[in-house]
């Protein structure tokens, strides 16, 4: 070992060492019972070993993927392996976020109201939304031009509301699959057979919430693909804006369990200049959500440059939160809510004894290469790039009865 990094290890540890007794007196132990005292030891020497340059390459974080799996690991000493540190790092995080929800609750209080349905007017047309009796052509004609009037209001907004997307009996089935599929995901992981990145994506808040990823294949999440993009005005919707090219980016399930607390307020992706919206993200509820099951909040009109630089100014953020108008996702089973991923929204506390499935898929403009944030989607899914294009001749190769044999040829490969 040369000198000169000896010297540097030295000096790294006389730093490390009165950081820690520093921090120690100014907490003033004095009025904090033991067990206290060494709670605020082990988060000062967490910081501390996870700032470690030399030893960099052994930090490991854990991975909240499950309301059954974000627990703390238990210790009684104030030596801590890196896992155990960075638990307890993003458990005081987590405390700061919870916070700062609540506060922005409060700034929200007096200005959200429930997401309604616009009222739309399509030449030889009916109610908006859904599935019908009228024949293929002219549900097809149909459900394009409403797609129009909803890209209209969703570019304007940067969110809008569309109703009867799956059947209840589909949406049942949908949600029954879907609490399975989180069951046996869970012991997959457990058990160490596939690693917690192939069955769950990351989300804000991971108590009490998931992200699962859907695979392709099964008969159900078939159905519901078919029914939400060939029998609603969901896929005219996005391909109106990105066209029938727009790439399949994200394919999972949001699962907010009872206790579940407030998120920030956040947008998907960052606003870019001369670049339009990236993403259109679609969530269909799987049973009706109510005030305290935690609906997603909206700020309409937040998808700007306007709106992104105040948000990201300190001293005009909470100015900004107070004075728009938020709108919550309170919609009724099978339908849905879609948004552009730079729209500020969060998910809100659930305070019920159920818990909120959210099925969505999102889209990708197809002019745009990275979006600005992690896909929610099986890897293998991921790699196929399947196009709405793809997705919509697939199925209607299934609803002819002819199979569906670009989804199961991917469902093939998937772990």
Not at 129 to 144: D, I, V
Not at 267 to 293: E, H, R, S
Request: hydrophobic content about 35%.
């Amino acid at each position: 070992m040369s000198q000169l990094l000896l010297y540097y290890i030295i000096l790294y540890y006389i730093i490390g060492t009165c950081i820690c007794i520093y921090v120690f007196f100014i907490i003033n132990l004095g009025r904090l019972s033991l067990q206290h005292q060494i709670k605020r030891m082990k988060v000062v020497i967490a910081s501390f070993l996870l700032w470690n340059p030399i030893n960099i390459n052994a930090f490991t974080p854990i991975t909240y993927y499950s309301y059954h799996t974000a627990k703390q690991s238990p210790s009684s000493d104030l030596y801590m392996s890196s896992p155990e540190a960075a638990n307890l790092l993003y458990l005081e995080q987590e405390k700061l976020l919870i916070k700062r929800g609540k506060f922005e609750q409060d700034l929200l209080s007096q200005s959200s109201t429930s997401i309604e349905t616009p009222k739309i007017k399509v030449r030889g047309s009916g109610s908006a939304g859904g599935f019908g009796s009228a024949s293929t052509q002219n549900n097809k004609q149909k459900f394009k031009a409403e797609g129009k009037a909803y890209a209209k209001i969703l570019k304007q907004d940067g969110v809008v509301r569309i109703d009867n997307i799956l059947t209840d009996s589909t949406t049942d089935a949908l949600r029954d699959y879907v609490y399975q599929l989180r069951q046996s995901s869970e012991q997959d992981v457990a058990s160490g057979k596939v690693k917690p990145i192939q069955r769950f994506a990351d989300v804000l808040l991971k108590q009490d919430r998931c992200d699962l990823t859907i695979p392709l294949g099964d008969d159900i999440v078939s159905t519901a693909l078919h029914e939400a993009l060939l029998s609603s005005p969901v896929s005219s919707t996005i391909s109106s804006v990105f066209s029938d090219k727009s790439i399949l980016y994200e394919f999972s399930c949001l699962i907010s369990d009872p206790g579940s607390q407030r998120q920030n307020l956040h947008p998907d992706t960052p606003y870019k200049d001369n670049v339009g919206p990236v993403l259109y993200t679609c969530f269909i509820a799987l049973q009706d959500i109510t005030l305290d099951m935690g609906p997603t909040t909206w700020l309409p009109q937040t998808h700007t440059q306007k709106a992104h630089a105040q948000f990201i100014d300190k001293d005009q953020k909470d100015h900004l939160i107070q004075s728009t108008p938020a709108v919550l996702g309170t919609l009724s089973k099978g339908s849905c809510a879609i948004f552009d991923s730079r729209c500020l929204h969060c998910g809100t506390s659930n305070q019920s004894n159920q818990s909120r499935a959210l099925f969505y898929f999102s889209f990708r403009n197809p002019k745009v290469i990275y979006p600005g944030n992690p896909a929610s989607i099986r890897a293998e899914l991921k790699t196929a790039k399947l196009t709405m294009k793809d997705l919509v001749k697939d199925l209607e190769l299934r609803q002819k009865g002819k199979g569906q044999p670009l989804m199961d040829s991917i469902a093939d490969t998937m772990v």
